[in-house]
C-alpha cells in the first residue's frame, strides 16, 4: 500500500492501486477497536453513492 491518508482511533485509510493502476482508499480496521458490521454498514452505503466509485469491498 502506498501513502497513509487518514487515520482516526478505530481505523486508517492508505492509497492503493486497484491491478497496479487504479487508485483506490483501503481502510483497514484496528483489531477490536471497531464493530466489523459497521463497517459493513458503511460499506452497503457506499455502494449506494453513484458519485462515489467502488469495485467492491472485503473483510480480511
Known amino acids: 500500500m502506498g501513502l497513509k491518508v487518514v487515520y482516526g482511533t478505530k481505523n486508517k485509510v492508505w492509497e492503493g492501486r486497484w491491478n497496479g493502476t487504479v487508485p483506490v482508499a483501503v481502510k ?19 455502494k449506494k453513492l453513484s458519485d462515489v466509485p467502488s469495485s467492491g469491498f472485503d473483510l480480511m
Open 28 to 46: 483497514k480496521l484496528k483489531s477490536g477497536a471497531a464493530d466489523p458490521n459497521d463497517f459493513l454498514v458503511e460499506a452497503q452505503i457506499m
